[in-house]
């Protein structure tokens, strides 16, 4: 019988050392930017209940959840009726309790509502964990793969939109991104541009339509409208609006005069101005914020400010994204608990790192120093020496005795260590280790207090 080759579920993917140190860089500049702005990380289970999910992402996002079996025997408790009917969606409920969790936020609302009596509001949190959909795999696309998400629940502050701002360019900076757009926007100016053209019960169809302009051009998007019912006439006081130039103030007030007669219109002018103001004392250090009015993103869900982050380096998608929501927790019944958040899209920053080569070559070292022992006598001397490298926070290895020392050297060699100790029985009797510098090749004699100052230094 043939062996079965060992694989992976598709839409899933195994990490080298190599990937998880690279991917450990992304986490651990964005965790630390967000701890910096007073966000505390939490964690939720990789299962959640399933009634806890579905109905919170609607019909095709239901479908897309991983439902876990009951444990035991899952038949036993179903309805005879539904197995013989062969209906999934009906069968589901009674052999299914729980699920993967499909994103960070529905659980998020979760937590808050579960723990509402722990938590100080404001509340400031951050999650980096994975995900899971049952989506078609393809590049770029995955099954399973992580986020990075703060949220800021309690806060009805416009501060809060004005700091993620700051986190984004704080954090792709750090990175190493150097030129990159936030694009930014506001719900409540969408919803007033389709009241001056007394579209509003049509608000879907308009923001879907110019969300496109800058795959589909100013024809594709007026042709798309035209077959959504829009008129000639309704294009004509849309033009204007959707190919708004000049700078943030320059549109803002343009806006202004368009949107006249649309109190929610103007109030989302005000508020965008509100965060301008904001960052006009805290000068941005890469990012150029945008006021793109043809941004959508999830309009069902955004209430106000909708952020999206993309790099002008290479060709990609955004790298994130977020907005405001006015009731996150009422979906569990807690009402009124206005918020804000965004997610760094991991994965696509990956991409954009590797394809400008901006992972520092610390990123990809584990290791700092190997000692390199020629017998086992040597590596009875060493051993007192890797434990005050390690007590100074230095990553060393000790090679195991017995290996010719070419093993060795090939071993430092790939795994990118930058330094080895030697030890034979001159340097025991000497006390002055050979301490080389892989990169140059340059070898010094050094005593093994010398070794740790040099490497801590």
């Not at 966000?39 to 109905?55: H, R």
């Not at 699920?99 to 509001?121: G, K, M, S």
């Not at 986190?167 to 190493?176: F, K, V």
């Not at 700092?368 to 020629?374: C, E, G, N, R, Y």
Request: glycine share 8%; proline share 3%; hydrophobic share 40%.
């Amino acid at each position: 019988m043939a062996s079965i080759k060992p694989s992976v579920p598709k839409g899933t993917r195994d990490f080298s050392p190599a990937e998880m140190a690279k991917r450990n860089f992304i986490f651990d500049t964005i965790k630390g930017v967000f701890r910096k702005y007073g966000y505390q990380q939490i964690e939720t289970p990789t299962m959640e209940n399933l009634s806890t999910l579905t109905g919170k992402y609607g019909d095709e996002g239901d479908k897309l959840i991983f439902k876990v079996l009951n444990s035991g025997d899952y038949l036993a408790k179903a309805d005879n009726k539904q197995i013989d009917e062969r209906n999934s969606n009906l069968l589901t409920s009674s052999i299914s309790e729980k699920a993967l969790r499909y994103d960070l936020t529905v659980p998020f609302a979760r937590y808050v509502v579960q723990h509402q009596n722990e938590i100080t509001f404001p509340f400031k949190r951050f999650q980096v964990q994975p995900v899971w959909r049952a989506d078609r795999p393809q590049k770029g696309r995955y099954r399973e793969f992580y986020q990075c998400d703060a949220d800021v629940v309690g806060s009805a502050s416009l501060l809060n939109e004005a700091e993620f701002v700051m986190i984004y360019d704080e954090a792709l900076s750090l990175l190493g991104l150097k030129d990159f757009t936030i694009k930014i926007n506001n719900r409540k100016i969408l919803s007033g541009i389709a009241q001056v053209i007394d579209k509003y019960d049509s608000i879907i169809d308009l923001t879907v339509a110019i969300d496109k302009l800058d795959k589909i051009g100013l024809d594709g998007v007026i042709k798309e409208l035209l077959e959504r019912g829009f008129t000639d006439a309704d294009i004509d006081k849309l033009k204007p609006v959707i190919l708004l130039e000049g700078s943030n103030e320059e549109k803002l007030q343009k806006l202004r005069e368009a949107l006249k007669t649309s109190e929610i219109g103007l109030q989302g002018c005000e508020e965008l101005e509100t965060v301008f103001n904001y960052l006009k004392y805290t000068p941005l250090k890469k990012a150029v914020l945008e006021l793109d009015i043809t941004l959508a993103r999830g309009l069902n869900y955004y209430t106000g400010a909708i952020f999206e982050v993309k790099t002008n380096e290479v060709a990609m998608g955004s790298i994130g994204g977020g907005g405001r929501y006015d009731d996150l927790t009422g979906m569990f019944g807690l009402k009124g608990l206005t918020g804000a958040g965004i997610s760094f899209g991991a994965d696509r920053i990956y991409d954009v790192l590797e394809e400008l080569n901006l992972f520092p070559a610390s990123a990809e070292q584990s290791t700092q120093v190997l000692i390199i022992a020629f017998d086992t006598q040597a590596e009875i001397y060493a051993l007192p020496l890797l434990q005050k490298l390690r007590n100074s926070s230095v990553n060393a290895e000790l090679y195991p005795a017995g290996a010719k020392i070419k093993k060795q050297m090939d071993y430092a060699n790939s795994k990118q260590i930058p330094y080895t100790v030697l030890i034979g029985s001159d340097e025991m009797q000497s006390g002055l280790l050979a301490f080389k510098n892989m990169e140059s090749g340059v070898q010094e004699k050094l005593s093994a207090g010398d070794i740790v100052s040099r490497l801590i230094s």
